[in-house]
Antibody
Framework: EVQLVESGGDLVQPGGSLRLSCAASGFTFSNYWMHWVRQAPGKGLVWVSRIDDDGSTTTYADSVKGRFTISRDNAKNTLYLQMNSLRAEDTAVYFC????????????WGQGTLVTVSS | EIVMTQSPATLSVSPGESATLSCRAS??????LAWYQQKPGQAPRLLIYDASTRATGIPARFSGSGSETKFTLTISSLQSEDFAIYYC??????????FGRGTKVEIK
């Protein structure tokens, strides 16, 4: 069974940093592109970042470019999101999600972890 | 960036009736569109990909159609578990991968 379990969400002050993790199981993690998608309270889904299967290519939404870094450890089956210079508008539930092989929609999602940026 | 517009924002439907949700793209997508269902406090769930292909385990009462810039998700004979928010997502031109703002299907 495919499972994605996020962790690391917390309350952080504006300008602060946080690292999110997503532990994957039930599939060969190193074969899949992985993503972070966020959802502000009461709002819709917004794609944040993606990393290809071997970690060689990363892409970011303009809103987080230069502040967030996506990475992965295929030996540990874990995806990460390092979030720096956090702003109030980064407050959201952050989901990790998977693309099926050679497809570009999200077939599995984690349950999400809440990041709150507030003083 | 491709902008996705969903309508209506809220749809009130009685159980057993059908619901038709619309999604429009600002550019042609060919058939590169997915639909997701999200219930409160839960992760999104893939329903439809390639505009009309049901994902594994999705009941036949969910159907998708459309091409180019106009797409529809139809839920026939709504069950209690179908009341949720539905999002469309394009994957024709990326990055970014973009979602619509969602349609909430509520009990009438």
């Amino acid at each position: 069974e495919v499972q994605l379990v996020e962790s690391g969400g917390d309350l952080v002050q504006p300008g602060g940093s946080l690292r999110l993790s997503c532990a994957a199981s039930g599939f060969t993690f190193s074969n899949y592109w992985m993503h972070w998608v966020r959802q502000a309270p009461g709002k819709g889904l917004v794609w944040v970042s993606r990393i290809d299967d071997d970690g060689s290519t990363t892409t970011y939404a303009d809103s987080v470019k230069g502040r967030f870094t996506i990475s992965r450890d295929n030996a540990k089956n874990t995806l990460y999101l390092q979030m720096n210079s956090l702003r109030a508008e980064d407050t959201a539930v952050y989901f990790c999600a998977r693309f099926p092989t050679k497809e570009y929609y999200f077939d599995y999602w984690g349950q999400g972890t809440l990041v709150t940026v507030s003083s | 960036e491709i902008v996705m517009t969903q309508s209506p924002a809220t749809l009130s439907v009685s159980p057993g009736e059908s619901a038709t949700l619309s999604c429009r793209a600002s550019q042609s997508l060919s058939g590169n569109l997915a639909w997701y269902q999200q219930k409160p406090g839960q992760a999104p769930r893939l329903l439809i990909y390639d505009a009309s292909t049901r994902a594994t385990g999705i009941p036949a009462r969910f159907s998708g159609s459309g091409s180019e810039t106009k797409f529809t998700l139809t839920i026939s004979s709504l069950q209690s578990e179908d009341f949720a928010i539905y999002y469309c997502q394009q994957y024709n031109n990326w990055p970014p991968w973009t979602f619509g703002r969602g349609t909430k299907v509520e009990i009438k």
